[in-house]
């Protein structure tokens, strides 16, 4: 991702769901911003904290070019975290500074069927690729909340399915994963888009496409986890990096 970076400032707040706030960015900063033609664009927020500045990466929701403003959506955790937190207390004429925009995935006119997975995290970016398919789509959509009063509305195709997944006391992915495994499987190439929690996404779903369906890396290289349970982003992404050392580690006897 280009690090260029760039000061927005906070222009009102929007409480979607009792977990989900959606914050609306503008001010003279956007001027610098550059968005890109992905339906995963995404920022990394750059938050002062103990004298060193720390990074949390967030979907872009929206973009208005016109209107010169940029939304993205928070999951809120209670006190938890940093991003979270701040989000829920930020009031408009506070400004922040942000790297990006990043991104890698948006929907192919030439897939047969998409498939698209994810939860709270993937929300905004699953939301972004149903409104950019085109009306004669087919597919799958499975999005995973802690409950109804999470459900937003969404625009899709008439040929895309989706299913809301209701969390409850189960372990974030668990219920995911299942419907994912559990969906019926339709013929051509299916374009996937599978992003949530780490352990359910890398070490269960990832294995059963690539693996078990056999689709090829071409269509189904945007399946990663978002986020891992107990780990801040800077032991996630460390976490990472040693998951894909001992996926690329040669086999032993």
Known sequence: MARARTTLTVLRTEQLTPHLIRIHFGGPG???????????????????RDGIEVLRTYTVHSIDLDGETLAADFVLHGSDGIAGPWAAKVQPGETIDLYGPGGAYAPRPDADWHLLAGDEAALPAIAAALAALPPDARGRAFVEVTGPEDE?????????????????????????????????????????FIHGE??????????YIRKERNVPAEWANSISGYW??????????????????????????
């Open 30 to 48: 956007f001027a610098a911003f550059k968005p890109n033609e992905f339906t995963d664009a995404y920022v990394k927020f750059i938050f002062p």
């Open 152 to 192: 937003l509305p969404l625009r899709k195709p008439d040929g895309v399915e989706f299913t809301w997944l209701h969390r409850g006391a189960a372990e974030p992915g668990e219920l995911l994963a299942a419907a994912v495994r559990k969906a019926p499987w339709d013929n051509g190439n299916v374009q996937v």
């Open 228 to 253: 891992r349970r107990g780990r801040t982003e800077e032991g996630f992404r460390e976490w990472k990096r040693d998951l894909a050392a001992a996926e690329s580690a040669p086999a032993t006897a």
């Open 198 to 207: 780490a352990k359910a996404v890398m070490h269960d779903l990832r294995r």
